[in-house]
């Protein structure tokens, strides 16, 4: 996000904030389509040539998910509305056309229907593989209820579908609780750490009780081991990823700057010795992130830091568009509008509800940097993808109007 005395503002308002994404009419085919040259893997389980990290993490059901980070729930239906792919939008993964179902895409299926024969195990694939596709709301669907009952098995899958259950709109601050049970009867320390960095993260993303998020800062830093592996190190430098959300949240650049620090180290040895390289570069990515936006507002990052970052990011995972977003922001704070405002871009040509945030910045940057038909242009790329944006007609309206 851009920051808080940054000109640009960083989301619009929507005249109705339940309102569907506009659907293209018409869109190429699956093979020929722009859109799905980035998003394929969220279609139909296919590969493309222009994947984000997170595209090239949703793998097959049997391939292994590790900890990647889940999809937006209804992202694929933002995509498949932009990239006029109908054909493919479907209620639930079963509703999909078999004569569009991929390999992948079949072996999905029948994991759902066989979904209560499965071990806790590979439910928890199941349902995380399912919130990778953004099917979210189907997935705590199919999962129901799930508590933990202090056997690691079943702790490690409720974990999981808490997981899928916080990111739905409005859930975030009702899955704490079940964050917090785990982080002080979880059977494995493991399990006890990860409870605690989810009830921090998600305290501090939601603005809640920061002195909630300092107890399970306190619970977890107890249960701490030196890491025997590439797994604990994925765990800790996660945590410690947190701690540095944590620090920001209370105003503390040193104390970001330096749980980042330790973060880096752990993620330096998953990069070293690399279990699943993709993992470690998505890892990486995320600190990336979280020093650009806590480097917003701390007057210790220099211009040229801000820059490496920026650039790290953009070396990293080019193809996000949440990736893309943030490098723009990098480069708004340093009043660097020409350069904010071709990142904001490239993230609207990605599509979503992301890109649509993408062209307005982009065309707040163009109108800061004395470009009106720029800016005219960018509302109106923002209101192609959004109908319901608020400020961008305002601004079309008004410049129609001088």
């Known amino acids: 996000m851009p920051p ?3 000109p640009i503002r960083a989301r619009y308002t929507r005249h109705d904030p339940r309102g569907a994404f506009p659907r293209r009419a018409g869109g190429a085919g699956i093979e020929a389509n722009r859109l799905a040259m980035y998003w394929r893997p969220i279609i139909d389980l296919g590969s493309c040539p222009f994947p984000a990290i997170r595209m090239r993490l ?30 493919y939008d479907c209620p639930d993964p079963t509703a999909l056309a078999e004569e ?14 066989r979904f209560d024969e499965l071990g806790d195990d590979r439910r928890a694939a199941l349902v995380l593989h399912l919130a990778q596709l953004s099917f ?10 799930v508590e933990p009952t202090g056997e690691p098995e079943r702790d490690a899958y409720a974990y999981h579908v808490a997981r899928v259950r916080s990111r739905l709109p409005g859930r975030m601050a009702a ?29 501090v993303v939601s603005g809640g009780d920061l002195a909630l998020a300092r107890r399970h800062e306190q619970r977890a830093r ?40 330790e973060a880096r180290a752990h993620n330096d040895r998953l990069m070293a010795e690399p279990l699943d390289e993709l993992v470690a570069l998505e890892d990486r990515a995320h600190l990336a992130d979280i020093a ?30 949440q990736s893309r977003l943030v490098v723009g922001d990098a480069y708004a704070a340093l009043h660097d509008y020409g350069e ?9 040509e990605l599509g979503t509800g992301d890109g649509a945030v993408g062209w307005y910045r982009a065309g707040q940057c163009h109108a800061l940097a004395g470009r009106p038909r720029e800016a005219a242009e960018a509302m109106g790329r923002c209101l192609d993808l959004d109908t319901t944006a608020v400020e961008p007609r305002e601004y079309l309206l008004k410049e129609e109007l001088t």
């Not at 979210?136 to 209820?145: E, M, N, P």
């Not at 604990?232 to 996660?238: C, G, Q, T």
């Not at 904010?340 to 609207?348: I, K, L, Q, T």
Request: net charge positive; charged share 20%.
């Open 4 to 6: 808080a005395e940054s």
């Open 58 to 87: 949703i793998r097959g059901l049997d391939d292994g998910l590790w900890f990647s980070r889940l999809g937006v729930p209804g992202l694929r239906r933002q995509v498949l509305r932009h990239a006029g792919l109908d054909d």
């Open 100 to 113: 569009k179902q991929s390999p992948r895409w079949r072996s999905l299926v029948a994991g759902i229907r």
């Open 136 to 145: 979210s709301d189907y997935a705590v669907a199919l999962a129901g209820a």
């Open 175 to 203: 899955t704490v609780p079940l964050f917090e049970r785990l982080a002080a009867t979880a059977a494995t320390p493991r399990l006890v750490v990860q409870g605690c960095f989810q009830v921090i993260g998600n305290t």
């Open 222 to 261: 107890a249960a701490m081991r030196p890491a025997g592996g590439w797994h604990d190190h994925l765990v800790l430098s996660r945590l410690h990823r947190a701690f540095a959300m944590l620090r920001g949240a209370e105003g503390d650049h040193e104390g970001r700057r330096a749980e980042l620090r």
């Open 292 to 321: 650009i936006t806590g480097g917003l507002t701390d007057p210790a990052v220099t211009p040229a830091r801000m820059r490496e970052l920026a650039h790290e990011l953009a070396t990293l995972d080019p193809y996000c568009v």
């Open 340 to 348: 904010a405002a071709r990142w904001y871009a490239a993230a609207g």
